[in-house]
């Protein structure tokens, strides 16, 4: 395809410009071959017909879609103004500084401070693809390091560009992000000292110039070292080409080096007095540009950061004053005045002060100094001469000397800074940055600008060839043929200058010759060099200038000065001089030999690529030019060893206004830095694209991809050799992909036209057949109408009209007949409902009346029911009433009972006695009569004693009856007392309430008082004032009559004013007189608030001392009335009703300790009547064996003859003596065990068995008793009706009585089901009486162990423990257990064991070792998410436990009583619970850490790059840095990835039993992180910033919202986090053009800053030629909506940030008690207790 087929109608043009280089046009007719007038029509509407050659059309304009590209090889056509027209988009409207061009990052200055290198952006583009993000100095850093890393050979980062282009900021940053990303091993900080050595390098190294306020007067390489994990291990820099001049030297609005001014601006320190310096515009080498300061910048401390940084690097304070003291020592020296002597001589005034600073300074010898300076030495072979020296020749050689000092104290700081960054180890790989001079071309041109000028020329060289080679190997990797690409060698240049005979070597040459000139030198150049190298030229109006063709322009350069600045030499006379002074630094500067001491020399290993040229004797190396040559070419060896990266920096405009584009001056760089020459290589070169749309359907038929691709290509590009296909792309030449772009367009622009052809003939089809169906109809109704009045006529219409009557009668007969049948209907139907309704509200009345009836009845029976209840409820109340007063009784009568059962003992005893002479009545009746006879006087005896027993038990009972007579006296007494103590406490209170309030009365009295005195004083001064005044007035008169008494009337006068003075003294007393009232008043205020506090801690601790019901019982209701009838004692009443309101307010907790203690009571009663009945029922018995007895020996005496049934009688007697003993001896072991019972055992246990040991066989007489005590608390609640609280509190008793009696209904049911178990006991008890035989102990059945929740341990096995429990468990088999946290219970159980034991030490030693344990276990798996999870989980509920059962009130409230039984008895842990506290949080951020690692990769791949929508993001053209990427990724992430990832983070959570609340702040940090990264790589990508993009973004989120939903999440906050990037997707979507759009960008946009706002706007990027780019003027008005605002200028999201973690408390369910040890946890050894 011939190019002129691109030059058609529409398409735009680029014609060059004068102001603004190039200026675009459209074309408005076809161009024809061989035309010579193209036909367009510029952007302000202007038609042009411009004229062209044939042979070189004005370049063509990329289309819209290329503009802003990233990447300039990305642009379809490669050419000058394509470029400049990119950065200029990119620079103006996008506000982007970096953009790639091939291997080049050009970087433009902005001027202006921008929030895009903080270390969030750092992190944001470590590890990525160069060309995955948008450009930026960061990416080529990252990617210099990514291939030193990978490929373990050397980088270099080269950045170049213009004073003021911001080189030195450039390198600084590169700098900073590789020791933000390679963070060294060791605690040196070498990245810091590394960093450090920029700010001294400025100081000494930078100046302000017209161009530039921190130009960089010097080139730098500066080498990093890394080891073989790639950090940093120290730095050495290497320097090129000073400019020394400037010391001596500046134009006007320029400055010296900065230390200077740092210097002056401290002058007036005291560690710098010394040094007697003053302001910069006191010295000659600092004011000579007129400019001392620059603006915003602080000299003095920008001079306390230079101290910083020296300390930091190591460098002391006597090498920093050694370091000052010289340069003071240069500002001194050129403040000399040299004065002339005649024409031929000058001299130095020896009694100069600052000669004699000078040498103070530096030691030296002002004599020797002052005649040197001023005189020179030439010797020859025969004599020495002393020569003096003209002004102009000493004042040189003062400069001289001054820049040669400076020189060499430049020279030694920069080897103290590679001393310092110095390292021990080996150096495996470095990075260098070059901090380098870009192409210089001024009005005057001098050496310094040569030298400059053939650095840049050899760079260029290397940069041509490295392009080249890149270009190279990438047709290679793809076996695409490659032809020799003829691009610009600049090696002739370069061989003018250093060549043999050269430009340089000719200068060196001149140097050695004794009255060598520039003149000489000069005639020397143009007889080698003019007419026979086409590179070097010979001006034509002038003879002292020479120029050279460089590779970027044509440079003019003035010989003058050449030779000087070459030479560089000092005379040396003051060079012996400088040599013996004392000053050891000033010494050492001017050595023979200086030692290099810096440790780089020999640690690197490089091949130069072409031989270096030797200089052919010693002299001539020691010039400045041989010296640049060789270090120049020691830097391209350096160079050439590695792999090469490059940054251009451009300087956009001269005036340094920010975001300002001068064109001229931006082009004039392109061409100067060579990425132009790039493009160039570039364009010969094949970049990538992409095309589908222009298939046709039967190409897209084929199977094999690339042969579809071929048959496309040949269709549509006829010249083969515009298009090359490689093994995995294919390569376009320039102009093709435009060339494509435009059949692309048209093809979409003839399709928009097919469908908008479609659409306007659908809608005219449909809008003329809506006409047409509407002319019809009219047509239809207009026809009807003619042809009725063409049918009408008169007798028509009388027939018809008589028809019309005849209906109309007709139809109202049949119309009225109807009617009347519905009428009937309708009453009949009436009727019947009426009827029905009648009938149903009559049995509706009835049934009513039935329920009446039956709701009066069932109200009496549950009315009934409930009395009955409240009566038993209120017997229940009188039995405990009175168990409580007959408890002591009950306790001394089983003292007497037990005395009783001795006795019957001893009954027991004589009873054998009687069984034996029973035994003797067989050999002898007579003693059997005798027998019968004492037996009979024995039970009379015992009947005796018996009655005499009972006679003292009714004695004791009538006893008991008088104690309590007595104790209700005593209680009478003491509520007496009390009322008394009442009435003592309120009458304190008052009688303390009542001085004080006399105390302040009379301190407000003695304050009026005080105050008056004082009115009146200040009356009487005010008067005594009046009354001086009118003194003064007459003295004043007598002073104009009588000057004789002048003095004594001054005198007077001064002791009037004294006494004036007076006033405002006081003034001030009065003031201090109100300020003590006040505090008097608020003294009183605050003793009435101690008053009430005192009142209301008495009221306290009275009820507290007192039980409520006891002292409502004790008060009567004359007290009670007695009490509202005073009304001093109001507050005291008020007290109680606040008291009884606590009470009420605690009544529902202590509802369970009420009814547990009137079970208690109600059960202790009835078993103590139970011991009685059972005690009378044994006299009984015993009275009946007696009876038995003596019945038995009558019968035996009278039947004498049978003997053998009287054995089995006495046996049968014996056997129930046995039972009465066996059951005597048990009712005592009951007695004993209930007392122990009462005394030892729990609450809820005594309980239990007390119901289980509770029989039914008084029950009628506990119902006696209980109507008893029914009426006495009826007769108490009577005398109780009188106040309101306690009839509130009676209501609230009745409610809970009625509640008790069914429950005590309850348990008599339940006594019913537990009389069986009694049996059962008893069984038990009988079999096991056997064992009493051996002695009295009493055994009780055993019943099942119990445990206590704790675990026995030795603390020997504190170790084993931590090592089974802790150290050696694996999460995977615990998490199947169904106790959550029990590795955690066991713990506590432990540590209960030593609380238990009261052991401090052992507790705190297991305690510690268990902290130190989940340390280990977490240090050593830190990268372990399941074993981190558990153990969060494990020591969260660790911590849990410790205050669950620490007794706290705040945390027992949660326990249930068996709980609240377990917890600790003798040591507060509360100090561990905080330990315990800080290490959760610390395995938390640990947790989370391990989480954000995990998943960090995923999100960029599954958010942003993998379409979730397939089908809807575009394909644009890609550059060389797509093309080249240095990494390729094999593994891809979706956003089923990221879900899947949260998915097994959440369900390892649940399995390790970690608590909801943990759950959802660690998915909330991670949403965090997932929302933050996504958007800091949205900022960071502008390809990513389109429409679709959003929409892809928006459905990620919807899927991370549908997960939360799914876990039941919601309520984590996690959807909020994502706020921030829902509204970036939303802001690529909505429409950005009018003011509304804007308004409601910033009403919507909320969780966004400003600075994101518009970043977004500026990297909005259309996907195709449909879409718009966002407007500048559109940005604009955004950003003044939103300059309200207040957020930072912080463009990136913090993804460290961390949420603040709280950890709920959560009580354990899980009683202690039941815990078991599984045995795979290998703790056998552990007992529970």
Not at 226 to 247: C, P
Not at 1221 to 1238: D, F, I, P, V
Request: hydrophobic share 35%; glycine share 4%; aromatic share 8%.
């Amino acid at each position: 395809m011939a190019l002129a087929e691109l030059y058609t109608q529409y398409n735009r043009v680029w014609i060059p410009d004068s102001e603004e280089v190039w200026q675009s046009a459209e074309i408005t007719k076809d161009y024809k071959a061989g035309d010579r007038v193209l036909h367009v029509q510029l952007e302000d509407g202007t038609e042009l017909d411009y004229p062209v050659d044939p042979s070189a059309l004005p370049p063509l304009r990329n289309p819209d879609i290329l503009v802003g590209e990233n990447d300039l090889t990305a642009l379809s056509y490669l050419h000058e103004p394509a470029v400049l027209h990119n950065l200029k988009v990119r620079f103006v409207e996008s506000r982007l500084i970096y953009t790639y061009s091939g291997i080049i990052l050009v970087a433009i200055n902005p001027y202006k401070q921008l929030p895009i290198y903080g270390d969030a952006i750092i992190h944001a583009y470590s590890g990525q693809n160069m060309g995955d993000m948008d450009p930026h100095i960061f990416a080529v850093a990252e990617e210099a390091y990514k291939q030193m890393a990978r490929n373990s050979k050397n980088q270099s980062i080269i950045v170049s560009g213009e004073s003021g282009a911001g080189k030195t900021v450039s390198a600084r940053y590169t700098m900073r992000y590789f020791a933000t990303v390679s963070k060294s091993s060791s605690n040196a900080h070498v990245e810091d000292k590394v960093l450090a050595s920029n700010p001294i390098t400025e100081a000494v190294g930078n100046a302000k110039t017209t161009r530039n306020d921190n130009s960089s007067r010097f080139g730098k390489y500066t080498e990093i070292s890394f080891d073989q994990s790639y950090r940093i291990i120290g730095a050495n820099m290497r320097t090129y080409l000073l400019e020394k001049s400037r010391v001596v030297f500046q134009s006007e609005n320029e400055r010296n080096y900065h230390i200077f001014y740092q210097l002056c601006a401290s002058a007036m320190q005291p560690e710098f007095k010394h040094l007697k310096l003053g302001s910069a515009e006191e010295f000659n080498y600092t004011r000579m540009g007129g400019s001392t300061t620059i603006e915003g910048v602080d000299d003095r401390a920008n001079m306390i950061e230079t101290q910083k940084t020296f300390s930091l690097l190591g460098l002391k304070e006597d090498f920093q004053m050694d370091v000052f003291k010289t340069l003071a020592a240069i500002l001194h020296l050129g403040n000399m005045e040299i004065t002339a002597v005649g024409d031929e001589r000058s001299s130095i005034n020896l009694e100069d002060n600052h000669l004699n600073i000078f040498c103070e300074l530096l030691e030296l010898n002002s004599d020797k100094m002052a005649q040197w300076l001023c005189h020179r030495k030439i010797i020859t072979t025969s004599e020495t001469v002393i020569k003096p020296m003209t002004k102009p020749q000493a004042l040189n050689a003062r400069d001289a000397l001054a820049k040669k000092i400076y020189s060499h104290l430049f020279d030694f700081i920069v080897e103290r800074i590679n001393q310092a960054l110095q390292f021990s180890g080996k150096q495996h790989t470095f990075i260098g940055v070059l901090d380098i001079y870009g192409f210089e071309t001024f009005d005057v041109n001098s050496f310094e600008q040569f030298c400059i000028n053939y650095a840049n020329e050899k760079l260029q060289q290397q940069f041509n060839l490295h392009v080249f080679k890149l270009e190279q190997e990438e047709y290679m990797k793809e076996d695409i043929p490659w032809t020799l690409i003829d691009f610009y060698d600049n090696q002739p240049v370069i061989d003018l200058i250093e060549a043999k005979m050269g430009i340089l070597e000719l200068l060196d040459e001149e140097c050695l010759l004794p009255h060598g000139t520039d003149e000489n030198w000069l005639q020397k150049l143009y007889n080698n060099f003019v007419n026979k190298n086409t590179l070097f030229e010979k001006p034509r109006m002038s003879n002292t200038s020479f120029i050279i063709q460089h590779f970027a322009d044509k440079v003019e350069y003035k010989c003058e000065g050449f030779l000087e600045k070459n030479r560089d030499t000092v005379y040396e006379v003051l060079m012996e001089i400088m040599k013996e002074s004392k000053f050891r630094l000033c010494a050492n500067f001017f050595q023979d030999n200086p030692v290099s001491i810096s440790p780089f020399s020999s640690t690197i290993s490089i091949k130069s690529a072409r031989p270096v040229l030797k200089s052919p004797n010693k002299q001539l190396r020691m010039t400045v030019g041989s010296k640049f040559r060789s270090s120049l070419s020691l830097l391209m060896e350096t160079l050439n060893a590695t792999t090469p990266h490059y940054v251009r920096c451009i300087k956009p405009n001269d005036e340094k206004q920010p975001f300002e584009f001068d064109s001229k001056r931006v082009a004039q760089q392109l061409r100067a830095c060579g990425v132009l020459e790039t493009i160039r290589i570039s364009a010969q070169s094949y970049p990538s694209s992409r095309y589908s749309i222009l298939m046709t359907q039967q190409e897209l038929s084929v199977s094999d991809k690339k042969q579809i691709c071929k048959i496309v290509l040949q269709r549509l590009i006829q010249d083969p050799n515009q298009y090359q296909f490689g093994r995995t792309k294919i390569f376009f030449r320039a102009g093709q992909v435009a060339y494509l772009e435009k059949l692309r367009s048209d093809k979409l622009r003839h399709a928009c036209i097919t469908i908008q052809k479609s659409i306007r003939g659908w809608l005219q089809r449909k809008k003329f057949l809506g006409i047409k169906q509407a002319a019809i109809t009219i047509q239809q109704y207009f026809r009807g109408q003619r042809t009725v009045r063409q049918a009408v006529t008169a007798q028509a219409l009388k027939q018809t009209w008589a028809a019309i009557i005849i209906q109309k009668y007709c139809r109202g007969y049949l119309v009225r007949r109807l009617c009347q049948l519905i009428h009937v209907a309708a009453v009949t139907i009436q009727a019947y409902t009426r009827g029905f309704l009648a009938r149903k509200k009559y049995r509706k009345m009835l049934e009513e009346h039935k329920a009446v009836i039956l709701q009066k009845y069932a109200r009496a029976w549950l009315a009934r029911r409930r009395f009955q209840n409240i009566r038993r409820f209120v017997l229940n109340i009188q039995l405990s009433y009175r168990v409580q007063r007959l408890q002591k009784k009950i306790e001394e009568q089983s003292k007497e009972n037990h005395g009783l059962l001795e006795r019957l003992t001893n009954l027991a005893s004589t009873h054998m006695n009687d069984l034996d002479t029973i035994q003797k009545l067989e050999s002898d009746l007579e003693k059997l009569t005798a027998q019968k006879r004492t037996s009979e006087e024995k039970g009379k005896r015992y009947k005796e004693d018996s009655e005499q027993k009972i006679l003292k038990l009714e004695n004791q009972n009538k006893e008991l009856r008088e104690q309590k007579e007595t104790l209700e006296v005593k209680l009478q007494e003491k509520t007496e007392e009390m009322k008394e103590k009442m009435d003592d406490l309120t009458k304190q209170l008052f009688d303390d309430v009542r001085k004080e309030e006399s105390q302040r009365m009379i301190l407000e009295k003695n304050f009026q008082n005080q105050k008056q005195d004082y009115e009146k004083e200040i009356e009487s001064l005010k008067g005594e004032i009046k009354v001086l005044r009118e003194e003064k007035a007459q003295l004043q008169q007598q002073i104009q009559q009588e000057i004789t008494i002048q003095h004594d009337l001054k005198i007077e006068v001064g002791q009037l004013t004294k006494q004036a003075q007076k006033i405002p003294e006081l003034q001030k007393e009065i003031e201090l007189l109100q300020t003590q009232k006040l505090d008097v008043e608020k003294q009183a205020q605050s003793q009435k608030r101690e008053m009430r506090e005192k009142m209301s801690e008495v009221t306290k601790q009275l009820l507290e001392s007192y039980d409520f019901e006891d002292v409502r019982s004790r008060l009567s209701t004359e007290d009670l009335e007695h009490l509202n009838e005073d009304g001093e004692l109001w507050f005291a009443y008020e007290g109680l009703k606040k008291a009884t309101r606590v009470l009420e307010s605690h009544f529902q907790s202590q509802k369970e300790n009420y009814e547990k203690e009137i079970e208690g009571l109600n059960l202790k009663v009835e078993h103590l009547s139970q011991d009685i009945n059972h005690l009378q029922k044994l006299f009984r018995e015993e009275n009946d064996i007696n009876d038995g007895i003596r019945l038995e020996v009558s019968r035996l005496t009278s039947e004498n003859l049978v003997i053998p049934d009287l054995k089995q009688q006495v046996s049968e007697l014996e056997n129930q003596k046995v039972d009465l003993e066996n059951r005597l001896q048990e009712q005592t072991a009951k007695l004993k065990e209930m007392s122990n019972r009462l005394h030892h055992e729990p609450e809820g246990d005594r309980t239990l068995r007390r119901t289980n040991e509770v029989q039914n066989e008084v029950d009628v007489k506990e119902n006696e008793r209980l109507n008893v005590i029914t009426q006495e608390m009826e007769g108490l609640s009577n005398g109780l009706k009188q106040d309101e609280i306690q009839a509130e509190v009676k209501s609230k008793i009745k409610q809970e009585t009625t509640r008790l009696t069914v429950e005590n209904m309850d348990l008599e049911e339940e006594l019913d089901m537990k009389d069986r178990i009694i049996k059962k006991l008893e069984d038990q008890i009988k079999t096991l009486t056997k064992n009493i035989e051996k002695g009295n102990e009493v055994h009780v059945s055993t019943l099942s162990k119990e445990y206590i929740g704790m675990m026995e341990y030795k603390k020997e096995d504190e170790e084993r423990i931590v090592q089974n429990l802790i150290l050696d468990l694996k999460p995977r088999g615990v998490v199947v257990n169904m106790i959550p946290g029990l590795p955690a219970h066991i713990l506590f159980m432990c540590v209960r064991y030593a609380d238990y034991l009261n052991d401090a030490d052992m507790l705190k030693s297991f305690i510690n070792v268990t902290i130190d344990g989940i340390k280990q276990v977490v240090k050593e798996n830190s990268e372990d998410f399941e074993m981190l999870s558990f153990w969060l989980s494990n020591t969260y509920y660790f911590l849990n436990c410790l205050k669950q059962y620490s007794g706290e009130e705040e945390f027992v409230k949660y326990n249930t009583p068996r709980q609240n039984k377990n917890c600790l008895k003798h040591f507060d842990l509360s100090e561990y619970r905080q330990v315990l506290s800080d290490l959760a949080i610390r395995i938390y951020h640990q947790f989370i850490l391990v989480m954000e690692n995990n998943i960090q990769h995923m999100i960029v791949p599954g958010m942003l790059e993998y379409e979730s929508l397939q089908g809807i993001s575009g394909l644009k053209p890609t550059g060389f840095r797509k093309r080249s990427s240095s990494i390729d990724d094999t593994d891809t992430y979706t956003m089923t990835s990221i879900l899947q990832q949260l998915s097994y983070f959440y369900s390892t959570m649940c399995q390790n039993g970690l608590d909801s609340e943990l759950l959802k702040q660690a998915v909330k940090q991670l949403f965090f992180l997932i929302g933050a990264v996504t958007l800091n790589s949205l900022f960071l990508r502008k390809d990513m910033c389109s429409c679709r993009k959003g929409m892809q973004i928006r459905c990620n989120i919807s899927y991370l919202e549908e997960w939360l939903k799914d876990k039941n999440l919601q309520s984590s906050n996690a959807k909020e986090t994502l706020e921030p990037l829902s509204q970036a997707a939303w802001l690529l979507q909505v429409k950005k053009i009018t003011d509304d759009d804007a308004k409601e960008i910033c009403e919507h946009c909320t969780s966004l800053s400003t600075v994101q706002i518009v970043k977004i706007l500026n990297s909005y990027t259309p996907i195709d030629d449909f879409e718009k780019r966002v407007t500048p003027s559109f940005v604009r008005k955004v950003q003044a909506l939103l300059n309200n605002r207040e957020d930072g200028p912080q463009l990136m999201l913090d993804t460290k940030y961390r949420f603040q973690v709280t950890f709920p408390f959560t009580p354990s369910p899980h009683a202690l008690e039941m815990i078991q040890v599984p045995s795979s946890f290998k703790l056998g050894f552990l007992t529970r207790v």
